[in-house]
């Protein structure tokens, strides 16, 4: 079965539908977690924290983190490959333009493959910024998120990035939420209006929940 | 009216193609596109030049045959065939472009017209209901509900022109196969291949080089006789019901 | 010796029907045919040349039971036949509306129809074989229309007084066609059938008094081959396209046909043509071709004109009473559901009376004011919604607004390769099917008994009687390229296209077959007179001969060339429109779609000359320009009496 998957178009665009869901439900938390930095850097350091204890007793330290951060490689990983896969493919199947050309399909829909790539870039980069701390501006501080994040959002690129990023995800959820029931087979005549309402509803949400955080930091109201 | 038209030219398969100018005058409103590249091959011929080529039959949007892309758009700018597109939709001192499909599945043969043989192979593949002449019982011994019917008839409806793959960004042909899949899948008549059908027509549709589905709704809006976006969705669907019931057996 | 002093030769009759009650014929025929063994049918290759209804549908039976069949089509796939243009829906004497009929009310309506001049024993088997149709095709997944209980609906069409019409929507030919397809696509994924789409029959290879094989031309490379087979079926259709514009696809040709007639087979009763009487007006000179409306609409329409001459207000603004509803005037019982030949006479009455609508007064109104008071809008649009759509596109005009301008145009052949009741023409191994055949409908075809004919013909007759050539004619000689005759053949063919391709004149090919259509549109269409059947006898060979002087076709013949293909098609048409003619010219008398007008009732109607010409007209070729010689089949009719056909 997951070798028809895999060597179908349409099982691989399955597998491009699971992973961005899984990865659009940990971005739903991500982002709900974000906002506890407007409550000031105790409750976020300990929100923080918290994460790394998910599951005690049960789970030693950081298990349940690392639990997540394995699924999302995996999916990260089987969403750009079937991406790139599938482009491929597509490419090759239109392999001379039209002479006349005509702006076509959403804009959303236009930009899911640059979005994508853009997405991808922008992981790696927050990783290194916020998680490791490799490429972080100033001093990173293991364990003192809340002043990492702030140092991060007071340089100019830094907001630039990732406003840039969060506008990029927005549209690809938007395109991408809608595509990934259809995909799945749940889309239908008369559940399409309501799909799209939630595509947007959950792009718009995204979007702004994830840019309050560097207009907090550049409007001064988290410092 | 008077028209400019800048047309594909190309020889055969091999060759490479050009846009070419033509001019034609004393084009009524009344003609069909058809009728007018008629005029201007007519035209032609006099003037002991090779006459563009194109696909056309009957002429009246169920054949399927005529497959043009006019302004950019899959048969043009109404909904419709091209055979069925009128010259009302222009004005007199238009500039037309017009061009053949474009799809690696779908090679040129000359001028304006493909090598449409790939959709064949997907009906070959599945698209059909083993019923051998002289096996099929009473008609009316499987009643089929309303609503059934009218879903399978609506998705019977597609003439394969393959307006959805011309105007596809990605070259897909999944409009085309998810209609039959649709058609045949819903029918009692249809049940006992409904897994394989759906596993054997998409595989073909792959291996004919087809790109794949990014859900960008153009064949939808292409496609002259309504086969709804929706149509993939319920494929899909099919395709992975099938899947998880032959990885059962 | 003009072509009008023909030659009267032998009668020819069908020998293959047995003797005995009408309704065991057909099971004593087939007992009676010798059987193939399964192991030995792969043995047999068969050429089936055309895919439409009939074509389709036996090349994938054929397929089914054992054979191999080399199948051929001039479009770019089996698919597109002109099959799938038909609207309306097919025939079939289910009585599921337990409405009084039967398949000998079929067979009775369909001799009637005919205006007795079918053979009797084949339009009972196409009766017989009708339930079977359908419930072959609901087994295909054919999506006829359903009631909400979820058995078939029906409706009733023109000339017959039983609901026996099953139909999906508008697009009935569609569907029927792609079912018989989607069965010869199983054949040809499972190697039984091997399929040359975009290649034409060029000419038929008759050995030794027997048909062995095809010309045909790659329409692609233009490579000319032959195809050796030891039956060859002929399912290509009619050749209403000799008129130029009629309701035929653009590329149906009769070329096939033809040249089997050429090299033997007999061509019987080449003047019956069915003008259909629904079809959208034509617009100007640029036209290419004319569209049917499905006479499906004649059930809730309501066809008039102005009782004035030149009453040219719009026709909403003409008083109920200055309306003339002519069919319901003169036919009280049947109204506006009279046949189609009849239908078509009266619409060219009432404009030749001037008191025709729309421009140059070439057409009448089809009025569903009334239909959508009595059933509503919605009800009208479920109904009839496609071909308003499609009425509204061409014309520019709301049906649902102003009534639609129809006028009747050339829509199916009645006439056709002469066949036995086994299907085969005058060439021993030549079998013909579907429309390219004569057999079933007479002088005057019903409507939706086009589709059951072409499917009864390839999925049930032939395949059961061909069966019975093979078996007779097991161990035939291997045919090559070798062959003194195919030789010839092919030579002949290969000169026919050099000699287009070199005139290198001042006129196309579409001049040409525009000047033939409208001669014979003129002359040999709705009412034909014996002068004017003489002057287009006369013009016709003038025609002919300009065309070889002054034809112009680019390109050469080893490539991709529809400007060749067409030419070489109006070769034929000059040809058999010559036949056409003088078979009406002999037919001195009216009889369904063939109305001479020295042979009318007092009050206009077609009158029949049973006495004289209650036969099948079978020509055999005597050679280009030589009168043909006339077979004569007679027809006997003894179950339904020949009697005036009356629908007041």
């Known amino acids: 079965m997951a070798r028809t998957v895999w060597d179908s178009s349409v099982g691989k665009k399955t597998v491009m539908a699971v992973s961005g869901l899984i990865m659009l439900l940990y971005l739903v938390v991500h982002m709900i977690g974000n906002l506890k930095i407007f409550f000031g850097a105790g409750e976020f350091n300990h929100y923080a924290h918290w994460l790394r204890t998910i599951g005690e007793p049960f789970m030693h330290y950081e298990w349940t983190l690392w639990l997540i951060r394995v699924v999302l490689v995996v999916a990260v990983v089987a969403h750009a490959v079937s991406a790139y896969q599938l482009s491929r493919r597509d490419i090759r199947a239109r392999p001379s333009k039209y002479v006349h050309k005509k702006p076509r399909a959403t804009y959303a829909t236009r930009t899911m493959r640059w979005g994508g790539i853009i997405l991808g870039l922008f992981i790696v980069w927050h990783i290194l910024d916020l998680t490791t701390g490799t490429v972080h501006s100033g001093g990173f501080q293991p364990g003192h998120p809340y002043q990492n994040v702030v140092d991060t959002f007071s340089t100019w690129y830094g907001d630039v990035i990732y406003i840039v990023a969060m506008l990029a995800l927005g549209l690809h959820v938007r395109h991408g939420f809608w595509s990934a029931a259809q995909t799945l087979g749940a889309g239908s005549r008369s559940r399409d209006r309501a799909l799209k309402a939630v595509a947007n509803v959950l792009a718009l949400l995204l979007t702004a929940g994830f840019i309050a955080v560097p207009v907090g930091v550049m409007t001064g109201v988290v410092s | 009216m008077k028209l400019t038209l800048r047309v594909w030219r190309q020889r055969d398969a091999d060759a490479e193609g050009a846009m070419s100018t033509y001019e034609v005058d004393g084009i009524s409103s009344d003609m069909s596109f058809l009728e007018m590249l008629d005029v201007l091959n007519e035209q032609l011929i006099l003037a002991g030049e090779d006459p563009v080529a194109f696909d056309h039959d009957c002429r009246e949007g169920i054949c399927g045959a005529c497959s043009l892309v006019i302004n950019g758009d899959a048969h043009g700018p109404e909904r419709t065939t091209t055979c069925q597109l009128h010259m009302r939709s222009f004005k007199d001192g238009d500039t037309i ?114 790109g794949g589905c990014t859900l960008a709704g153009e064949c939808a809006t292409a496609c002259p006789k309504g086969i709804p976006l929706v149509s993939i969705t319920s494929m899909n669907k099919e395709w992975l019901r099938a899947t998880r019931k032959v990885a059962k057996r | 010796m003009t072509y009008t002093d023909y030659v009267t030769g032998e009668p020819v009759a069908d020998t293959k029907a047995p003797a005995g009650p009408i309704n065991e014929r057909w099971d004593k025929r087939r007992f009676e045919a010798k059987l193939v063994n399964p192991a030995n049918r792969r043995k047999h290759t068969v050429i089936v040349v055309g895919t439409g209804l009939a074509g389709g549908s036996a090349g994938a039976t054929l397929a089914e039971q054992g054979y191999h069949v080399v199948q051929f089509c001039y479009q770019d796939s089996p698919r597109r036949a002109h099959s799938i243009a038909a609207q309306g829906g097919i025939n079939a004497a289910k009585n599921y509306r337990n409405d009084g009929d039967s398949v000998h009310r079929l067979f009775y309506d ?54 026996r019409t099953f139909y999906a929507r508008g697009q009935t030919g569609q569907q029927l066609l792609l079912g018989a397809y989607q069965a010869l696509s199983r054949q040809i994924a499972a190697g039984n059938v091997e399929m040359h789409p975009r290649t034409e029959m060029l000419d038929l290879i008759v050995v030794d008094g027997r048909a062995r094989g095809i010309v045909a031309r790659d329409l692609i490379t233009g490579k000319i081959s032959t195809y050796f087979a030891d039956a060859v079926v002929l399912a290509s259709g009619g050749y209403g396209n000799v008129f130029y514009l009629s309701t035929n696809a653009m590329n149906s040709n009769a070329t096939a046909i033809w040249r089997a007639h050429r090299r033997g087979a007999y061509f019987a009763n080449p003047c019956f043509t069915q003008i259909h009487p629904t079809c959208i007006p034509r617009t100007g000179d640029h036209q290419s071709k004319l569209t049917l409306m499905s006479e499906s609409l004649r059930n809730d329409g309501r066809i008039w004109v102005p009782r004035a001459k030149g009453d040219d207000r719009p026709p909403n603004r003409i008083p109920e009473d200055e309306r003339d509803y002519y069919l319901e005037r003169i036919y009280p019982s049947f109204g506006n559901l009279v046949p189609r030949d009849i239908a078509s006479r009266a619409a060219k009455n009432v ?245 001479r007008e020295e042979s009318q009732t007092p009050d206009g109607e077609a009158a029949r000359r049973d006495d004289e010409f209650a036969y099948a007209a079978a020509w055999e070729f005597t050679g280009t320009g030589e009168a043909p010689t006339l077979h004569k089949e007679d027809l006997v009719f003894e179950y339904v009496h020949p009697t005036q056909r009356s629908y007041a």
């Open chain 3, 351 to 595: 404009c030749d009376e001037g008191r025709g609508v729309g421009p140059g007064g070439q057409g009448v109104y089809l009025d569903f004011a009334d239909a959508i008071r009595r059933m509503g809008r919605k009800a009208v649009e479920a109904k009839y919604g496609n071909l308003f759509d499609m009425y509204q596109r061409i014309t520019d005009e709301d049906p649902y607004e102003v009534p639609m301008r129809i006028y009747p145009a050339v829509h199916y052949t009645m006439g056709g390769l002469w066949v036995d009741y086994d299907l085969q023409t005058t060439i021993p191994g030549l079998f013909a099917i579907g429309e390219a055949n004569f057999s079933d409908h007479g002088a005057n075809r019903l409507g939706a008994s086009a589709l059951m004919q072409g499917l009864a013909d390839g999925y049930f007759v032939l395949p059961a009687t061909i069966n019975d050539y093979l078996a007779r004619n097991p161990h035939q000689e291997p045919v090559t390229d070798q062959h003194p005759v195919v030789q010839e053949v092919l030579a002949e063919t290969e000169d026919r296209l050099n000699l287009l391709l070199s005139v290198d004149g001042d006129r196309t090919p579409d001049s040409f077959h525009r000047e033939v259509g409208e001669l014979m549109w003129e002359f040999c269409g709705m009412a034909r007179t014996d002068a004017g059947l003489r002057k287009a006898l006369e013009r016709i060979p003038q025609i002919r001969e300009e065309f070889w002087r002054r034809i112009k076709v680019p390109g050469t013949g080893e490539e991709f060339n529809q400007s060749l293909e067409k030419a070489n098609r109006v070769v034929d048409y000059l040809e058999l429109a010559e036949l056409m003619c003088l078979d009406a010219l002999h037919r001195a008398e009216s009889c369904g779609g063939h109305f």
């Open chain 2, 97 to 210: 472009d017009i061009e053949p499909w474009r799809a690696a599945a779908f090679p040129v043969i000359r001028d304006l017209v493909v090598d449409r043989s790939a959709f064949d192979r997907i009906i070959q593949a599945g698209g059909y209901i083993t019923a051998p002449t002289g096996s099929a019982p009473e008609a009316h011994a499987t009643p089929v509900p309303k609503p059934d019917a009218d879903f399978a008839f609506e998705h019977a409806e597609c003439i394969g022109c393959g307006a959805c793959v011309a105007a596809c960004p990605n070259g897909a042909a999944m409009l085309f196969t998810s209609a039959k899949v649709n058609h045949l899948g819903v029918l009692p008549q249809g049940a006992p291949e409904r897994e394989t059908r759906v596993l054997d027509m998409v595989a073909q549709m792959d291996e004919e080089g087809f």
């Open chain 3, 110 to 163: 369909t001799v009637k129809g005919g205006d007795f001049r079918a053979r009797e024993s084949n339009v009972h088997r196409l009766a017989q074989i009708s339930v079977e149709i359908i419930d072959q095709c609901v087994a295909q997944g054919v999506p006829f229309a359903r009631e909400y209980g979820g058995l078939l609906d029906t409706r009733s069409f023109g000339g017959v007084q039983v609901s």
